[in-house]
């Protein structure tokens, strides 16, 4: 397995654990999701912006007000390294309040991880759902009740973690009978009740189309003591046919295999998730451009084949400077109407000759194979002129402000790995000019 499917591999697991991942990165003073959207920001175009101005907004918006100096605090990046090493975990935890689309606040567990090899620079943010212990039936199994302080915690702990992960988990005895299910299992088979599944086995549920299969693999496990991957099964779910992989470990005690652990995952939910994921990690939310991370990607293939080929490429950056103004004259929505608008009109220009990105806020990106800077020079005023040529956007007026910049691979000391950013600080120079 390379390293990028091991990665993708983690990411995915990442995906079933929580319900919202970000990637926080300090240095950039940044943040941006790793896995899905963030249905907590209200505008997308934040995501990718200044990090601590968003923690401030949410601190705002949705963290219940009691907790915002303690979400703050938990929230401060420049603390954030030192307070994972002293945890000794290589996390950080704690649960807030945060508010609801309905404006009700539920309990979230945020956990935030750095992330090796990084010199503490970055860090996953990860939400999931919370239960508070000893409250809900589900956290305290009165089979327990009668154990020492740390068994009972122990036990609490475990069953707030199955209950609420997306994993579709289950556990059994060397009989094959179930003793535990997470909330996701039920859910996907339509249980209310665990009761209508724990102390029964796989046969008295009569959901599988072919039993014999799957019970041959599961006393192979109980037997040999082999887990098992990846075994793929037909069920019934919901008076429906789907398809399942399963995987399975042994349980022992004291030597002696007392039972099976194991979950599994719907193929066509697994599909549609990488899909989203695929197309989530490529796009920008806003415009429906190339984001900057896939924009990355081909300024490495371009970079080959300059060092391959001697093949030269040139970089554009365009930004609206009276993006602030837009959204100050109407608000938010529009000003990303007007992103998008923007994006549309560099990509009728751009056809097929270059790649377009927008990288955040109201800047663009234009990458493209050219043999001289008169010829790139050239194409940047077009697009600045054809941008600053908008004059409405859904009947209202709107006065767009553009600069650029733009450099080619093969001027003198210039290289694939500085290209951009020298081209982004030239092009904040000319902002103020």
Request: include cysteine.
């Amino acid at each position: 397995m390379s390293e990028l499917e091991a990665l993708d591999s983690k990411l995915r697991e990442i995906n079933l654990l929580f319900e919202d991942v970000l990637l926080l990165n300090h240095r950039d003073n940044s943040l941006a999701p790793l896995l899905g959207g963030f249905r907590y920001v209200d505008n997308p175009d934040y995501l990718y912006s200044n990090y601590k101005h968003n923690v401030e907004r949410a601190s705002e918006n949705i963290i219940y007000p009691t907790e915002k100096k303690r979400y703050l605090e938990f929230m401060d990046l420049d603390t954030m390294k030192s307070r994972i090493d002293k945890s000794g975990k290589g996390y950080v935890e704690s649960v807030f309040r945060v508010k609801q689309e309905d404006g009700s606040f539920k309990h979230k567990d945020l956990i935030i991880m750095q992330i090796p090899a990084t010199n503490g620079n970055e860090f996953l943010f990860c939400m999931r759902p919370y239960m508070m212990i000893g409250i809900d039936d589900y956290m305290f199994d009165n089979r327990v009740g009668n154990a020492d302080e740390s068994v009972i915690e122990f036990a609490n702990l475990w069953r707030n973690a199955i209950w609420n992960t997306r994993i579709k988990v289950f556990w059994k005895d060397k009989n094959r009978v179930f003793r535990g299910v997470s909330r996701s299992f039920m859910d996907y088979f339509g249980i209310d009740n665990e009761n209508d599944i724990i102390g029964k086995t796989d046969d008295e549920r009569q959901w599988f189309l072919d039993e014999n299969m799957f019970k041959k693999d599961e006393l192979g496990v109980l037997n040999t003591g082999k887990p098992v991957s990846n075994i793929t099964i037909r069920v019934i779910a919901k008076g429906s046919a789907k398809v399942i992989v399963i995987s399975m470990i042994p349980v022992y005690k004291n030597d002696e295999i007392i039972g099976t652990m194991g979950y599994f995952v719907d193929v066509e939910e697994d599909r549609k998730k990488q899909e989203q994921m695929d197309i989530l990690k490529m796009t920008d939310p806003v415009t429906g451009l190339i984001n900057i991370h896939t924009f990355m990607e081909s300024m490495i293939d371009l970079a080959l084949q300059y060092e391959e080929k001697k093949k030269d490429y040139g970089l554009i950056l365009l930004k609206n400077t009276r993006h602030d103004r837009i959204v100050e004259s109407y608000d938010e929505e529009f000003a990303n109407k007007v992103l998008r608008k923007m994006g549309q009109v560099i990509l009728d220009i751009a056809g097929d000759k270059a790649v377009v990105a927008r990288t955040r806020e109201s800047i663009f990106a234009v990458l493209m194979p050219v043999s001289n800077y008169d010829d790139l020079r050239a194409y940047q005023d077009k697009l600045k002129n054809s941008l600053n040529a908008i004059t409405e956007v859904e009947g209202l007026s709107i006065t767009p402000r553009v600069k650029g910049a733009c450099h080619m691979r093969s001027e003198q000391g210039m290289s694939d790995a500085g290209i951009f950013d020298i081209t982004r600080r030239e092009l904040a120079d000319t902002e103020n000019s």
